[in-house]
């Protein structure tokens, strides 16, 4: 690598939204992977995705409404919602997992339900 290449990579790390850098690394994680980006994914379609839990909600024992996570692969957004559980160990903000499932929608928002899921190593 020249010193000038360096220097432009280094200064655009510098410069450039964090979170724009982060859904970039979340996305090549995902495509070397070889999981299908999120944004490609049709509702209806059996889908296997790979990225990070953005955001988990669980609920009480008494409300058994179940699970839901945010799920963000570097280029889409899709829910993720587990019925009647209150909580799944491992699922987690920030966690790393494959998710595969039947991708749906609801509210024109992408989602799973139930799907099946491995907890990815930071290496994964």
């Known amino acids: 690598m020249t010193a000038a290449g360096y220097l432009k990579r280094l200064t655009r790390r510098l410069t450039e939204d964090l979170d724009q850098l982060d859904a970039e690394v979340i996305s090549e994680q995902s495509r070397a992977s070889g999981a299908q980006p999120a944004r490609d994914c049709c509702r209806g379609e059996e889908v296997t995705l790979r990225g990070e839990l953005r955001s988990v909600q669980t609920c009480s024992r ?26 799944i160990p491992g699922i987690e903000p920030g966690r790393q997992v494959l998710i595969r499932g039947r991708l749906g929608s609801q509210g024109g928002e992408k989602l799973i339900y139930n799907p099946y899921y491995e907890l990815l190593s930071v290496d994964g």
């Open 62 to 87: 008494s409300a058994r409404t179940g699970v839901v996570a945010e799920f963000f692969d570097g280029t889409d957004t899709v829910l993720l919602k587990w019925i009647g559980r209150n909580r």
